[in-house]
């Protein structure tokens, strides 16, 4: 079985960091991509950052470009989002995914994790 565990999350005060880690187990982790993703109340989901595990390229989102870093540590099976200069509109659930080949989707999620950020 394939299984995404997020944590990390937490409140912390606008301007603040906190970093998210992402264990991910079942899979052959040099071969999958793995994505953060979150959701805001009353919002649709959006993709934040996602890295390739084999190269370790980067993606990320507008809005968390230059404050955001994703990272692997594949031997450790984990992927981390630091995340820096918080501002309010980045409280959301934020949940992890991977995807094992391209075009496929992303069918592997962890449970999410809760980022709530005070101003």
């Known amino acids: 079985d394939v299984q995404l565990q997020a944590s990390g999350g937490g409140l912390v005060q606008a301007g603040g960091s906190l970093r998210l880690s992402c264990a991910v187990s079942?899979?052959?982790?040099?071969?999958?991509?793995i994505a953060w993703f979150r959701q805001a109340p009353g919002k649709e989901r959006e993709g934040v950052a996602c890295i390739v595990s084999d190269n370790d390229d980067t993606v990320y989102s507008d809005s968390v470009k230059g404050r955001f870093t994703i990272a692997s540590d594949n031997a450790k099976n984990t992927v981390y989002l630091q995340m820096n200069s918080l501002k309010s509109e980045d409280t959301a659930v934020y949940y992890c995914?991977?995807?094992?080949?391209?075009?496929?989707?992303?069918?592997?999620w962890g449970q999410g994790t809760l980022v709530t950020v005070s101003s």
């Open positions: 079942g899979l052959t982790f040099g071969n999958s991509a």
């Open positions: 995914a991977a995807a094992t080949r391209p075009g496929g989707g992303y069918p592997y």
